[in-house]
């Protein structure tokens, strides 16, 4: 249901009006509105004017502004981790932050800046190190003085190998050997051997061919390629550990001051967001005003507060509501338990408007029963409560899935009321093993009756739609709308009774009256709605028939069914007949919760929620502290 608003006005003298605001802010109860119209007359808009902030006040608003900005980049500089709660108060500090922040700043940005250089030096080193520890067993037998040149190449394509050992046997004369290896990403990497008058040869044959040369530190260059695995390996520890003392540096500010630093960041958000709601308020030269909106029930204990609060100085008024408020009215939907889950498909929606209706109840009593006359089986229901039941336990604080789990537990409670009525289990498992006999008809062998019954069941939920867009219409002094309405609610009936006397054998003075109104009413129908109201009442037909769906659905549903029991059987094996049978039920059970799903969502949207509901509501959106 939507709740009921109250429109209000709250006035004071000037000086009065932060402290009003954070009262309202603490309370979370009033929702400003910052326009005026509806609430103060024409004549009397020109006596007040938007509140203007003296320059000192503008002055501390844009300093707060500037150091929440400092502070919420500090913080993002600083570790997040959980702080002591700090029993500083901002305020008497907030001149001492303000230059404290700065020298802060800097000293952390400094030490970020160190990180980041440390962190490209680690990640290029342990790439570098990839490489060579690839390298290191192939030169594992060879001594530290055995007069070799080392040269460690990178392989774009293994296809080149045999091409590049071919050139540097050609161009050494044979006084070389080229070795490779595999890192772990699968690359592949090259140890060129040999002697050392070879070795400048060889560097600008590299060079020449493009062929690129593994490169280390300049202070690692002149080292043993022995040694090289295990310079690298201590370099990067060497870094690892400068980078755990800046860690180590951070970790210790951070616990030192981001309690501080949180605390004067909430003070000065509440600061400023009151210098914010100071936008909606308007005043005269002594008197604020604030206009808005709040819960009908919210007014008398608000009124009451603000009189022990400010000793009577200042005044919440109700003022009364016109028609030309109703579509700027916030909105609230709040209903009974049972109807609280089918929320979830509500929010699907755009809010309602204020004088229209909340979509939840309607889905509610409908959604579940239009649920159970497509699957209708009380094997398949048992099977989904039990999986609500489940998810409703073990997943109670996830309020979507545990909202989904409630709809599908009293769907499947149709379901299995339904599946009494069509006398299935299973399909026709039920009747196979346990005689069970339907309670009302046999739907997959009462097919004409089935669509009768859905086309009976459409047809009261669009004349129920109508009635209540009639009542709207009305409600919102419209009435050529609601006359529309009117006229086609009474072409749906005559015409549905006229269907009834050509199907009958009635004799003609039943149907021929009927049908000289249904003609009566066309020109009337024209006239209050115009030439397209001809389409709306065919659209409103189409959507009638449109309920069929129950029937076609349902009956593939119950054929399916029985199918999979039928195929279970003819296996002659009890265990194989149980996993066929099984796997068809377990698909069919899949459908049986997708498609009557979606189409009874559809039916609700499209064919009954367009006969009365109106959309384009406000969220109601009250003044609140942050959390």
Same mark, same amino acid.
């Given at each position: ?58 002055? !501390? ?335 109670? !604080? ?137 389409? !709306? ?91």
């Amino acid at each position: 249901m939507i709740i009921k608003m109250a429109k209000v006005e709250i006035l004071g003298p000037k000086p009065q009006l932060m402290a009003v605001l954070n009262l309202l802010r603490g309370k979370g109860v009033f929702h400003p509105e910052a326009d005026l119209r509806g609430f103060v007359p024409a004549a009397d808009q020109a006596k007040i004017r938007e509140l203007l902030l003296d320059e000192s006040a503008v002055g !501390e608003k844009l300093f707060f502004v500037s150091l929440r900005d400092r502070i919420l980049e500090l913080l993002a500089c600083l570790p997040d981790q959980p702080s002591r709660t700090s029993y500083l108060q901002p305020l008497p500090i907030v001149d001492v932050l303000n230059e404290l922040v700065d020298k802060h700043l800097d000293h952390c940005r400094n030490l970020r800046r160190q990180q980041q250089a440390l962190r490209e030096e680690a990640e290029a080193l342990s790439r570098q190190l990839r490489f060579w520890a690839a390298l290191e067993p192939l030169v594992a037998g060879t001594r530290e003085n055995s007069g070799l040149a080392f040269f460690g190449v990178t392989i774009r394509n293994p296809e080149e190998i045999p091409t590049l050992q071919a050139l540097l046997e050609r161009q050494t004369e044979g006084r070389c050997r080229l070795s490779t290896a595999s890192i772990e990403d699968g690359s592949l990497v090259g140890l060129i051997t040999t002697d050392q008058k070879m070795a400048d040869k060889l560097r600008q044959l590299l060079s020449e061919e493009q062929v690129p040369e593994l490169r280390l530190p300049s202070e690692l260059a002149a080292l043993p390629f022995h040694q090289k695995a295990a310079a690298l390996r201590k370099l990067q520890a060497e870094i690892s550990g400068k980078l755990s003392g800046l860690n180590e540096q951070l970790n210790t500010f951070a616990h030192r001051w981001l309690p501080i630093y949180r605390q004067a960041l909430s003070w000065l958000e509440e600061r400023i967001a009151l210098y914010q709601a100071t936008a909606t308020a308007y005043e005269t030269r002594q008197c604020f005003f604030i206009h808005g909106w709040m819960i009908n029930a919210e007014v008398e204990p608000l009124q009451q507060t603000l009189l022990e609060s400010f000793a009577g100085q200042i005044i919440l008024a109700v003022l009364e509501m016109h028609d030309e408020d109703f579509d700027r009215v916030p909105v609230i939907l709040h209903n009974p338990l049972y109807f609280r889950p089918f929320e979830l498909f509500a929010r699907i929606l755009p809010l309602p408007k204020y004088s229209s209706y909340d979509p939840t109840p309607f889905l509610g009593l409908f959604f579940p029963l239009l649920f159970g006359m497509i699957l209708g089986d009380i094997g398949y229901g048992l099977v989904l409560g039990g999986i609500a039941g489940l998810l409703i336990y073990f997943f109670p !604080e996830r309020r979507n899935l545990a909202d989904g789990a409630r709809i599908l537990g009293v769907s499947a409670a149709y379901a299995i009321l339904f599946g009494l009525l069509f006398g299935e289990l299973f399909g026709n498992l039920g009747e196979q093993l346990l005689h069970l006999q339907p309670l009302w008809l046999e739907r997959s062998q009462a097919v004409v009756p089935m669509i009768f019954f859905a086309i009976s069941v459409g047809t009261t939920h669009v004349l129920l739609g109508l009635g209540l867009g009639i009542r709207y219409d009305f409600k919102r002094k419209k009435p050529r709308e609601a006359l529309v309405k009117i006229i086609t609610l009474l072409l749906i009936l005559l015409g549905g009774l006229w269907l009834v006397g050509e199907l009958l054998p009635v004799p003609w003075q039943f149907s021929m009256p009927l049908l000289l109104t249904i003609l009566a009413l066309l020109p009337l129908l024209i006239l209050a709605g115009g030439l397209l109201a001809p389409l !709306e009442l065919l659209k409103s037909f189409g959507n009638i028939i449109s309920y069929v769906r129950i029937m076609a659905i349902g009956l593939c549903s119950v054929l399916l069914a029985q199918v999979a029991n039928q195929l279970g059987g003819m296996t002659g094996n009890l265990l194989a007949g149980f996993l066929v049978a099984g796997v068809l039920h377990l698909f069919n059970l899949l459908l049986g919760v997708f498609a009557p799903t979606v189409h009874s969502l559809r039916l609700h949207y499209v064919e009954f929620f367009s006969k009365f509901l109106e959309f384009g509501g406000r969220r109601f959106e009250p003044l609140n502290k942050h959390k």
